[in-house]
């Protein structure tokens, strides 16, 4: 059986990586109060957005240390400031439209912060809301999802001589909007965007997915899932510095979306997709977690 392996740092001390765990923790933390400190200099959305990249990262260096060592708390920390990113994303959005006679109080890190509506150039880009999307698809964030692909235009996923968008991210968007609601025409976007090669994200496996919604085609699928899950552990073999990369969310979200929607279940041994990952039962994982 094919199996796909996460490569992490190694350490001959691993007391080293201990050390290194909790030194980043505190300073973690400490970014956190920083941030607060400065909300009345920075505005709220500047706050929330740096708050959010903040969490993700203490998110990633529980999960890193948690492939290390398999420890109950890490997961759980991991799973918790995941979820919480989800909620500031969901936050910003629905923010960032009210209108001028309204505001918005959420309450982050035991802070009360108030969101009041953007002009809609400083309002969320495409980009962003699709790489959001992935994050709250794996993470099974329905209300997210909802107010995130409602940001996804007409203009966004329209594709043609004379569309504004960057070709390989109409696509991105097309894919994760065709993924979730189910409602485009059955079209290889890959073959109508001349310059899907020179944008930022690889594609491949929401291309699958959008072959799968249409063939209902497993096998086709699952050989889509290790080629691209294989890439990927190759290259983080080459870079184990890169432990974001424990978590590819470009590859994991629509696996993810097969899994629920079409019943995917992989049919080889692969590091990136524990079950819990997989089927989105997160707690399910943290008691059979070594002590």
């Not at 920075?42 to 957005?49: A, L």
């Not at 959001?132 to 940001?151: G, K, N, P, V």
């Not at 629509?254 to 019943?263: E, F, L, Q, T």
Request: hydrophobic share 35%; charged share 25%.
């Amino acid at each position: 059986m094919t199996h796909i392996k996460i490569y992490p740092r190694h350490y001959d001390d691993m007391d080293i990586y201990k050390r290194i765990f909790t030194i980043v923790s505190e300073d973690k933390q400490e970014d956190v109060t920083n941030q607060l400190f400065q909300l009345p200099q920075h505005g709220p959305y500047t706050t929330v957005w740096e708050l959010s990249e903040i969490a993700e990262s203490i998110a990633f260096n529980n999960y890193e240390h948690y492939r290390f060592f398999f420890q109950p708390e890490q997961l759980t920390t991991a799973i918790i400031h995941w979820r919480l990113v989800c909620d500031m994303y969901k936050y910003r959005s629905l923010g960032e439209k009210l209108p001028p006679e309204e505001k918005l109080t959420i309450h982050i890190f035991d802070t009360d912060i108030d969101l009041f509506g953007l002009p809609k150039e400083e309002q969320l880009t495409t980009l962003t809301l699709c790489l959001m999307l992935e994050m709250a698809i794996i993470m099974r964030d329905q209300a997210c999802i909802d107010t995130l692909i409602a940001d996804i235009t007409a203009e966004d996923l329209r594709i043609d001589d004379t569309s504004a968008s960057i070709s390989g991210l109409a696509a991105h968007a097309n894919y994760i909007h065709s993924a979730i609601c189910g409602n485009s025409e059955s079209v290889t976007l890959l073959e109508k965007c001349n310059a899907i090669n020179d944008y930022c994200n690889d594609l491949s496996l929401w291309q699958a997915l959008d072959e799968l919604r249409t063939t209902q085609d497993l096998e086709a699928f699952e050989a889509a899932v290790v080629a691209q899950f294989t890439r990927h552990s190759n290259i983080q073999r080459r870079d184990t510095e890169l432990n974001t990369h424990m978590l590819p969310k470009q590859l994991i979200a629509p696996v993810c979306i097969a899994h629920d929607k079409y019943g995917y279940v992989p049919q080889h041994q692969n590091d990136y997709l524990p079950e819990w990952l997989l089927t989105g039962k997160f707690e399910q994982a943290i008691p059979s977690c070594d002590d």
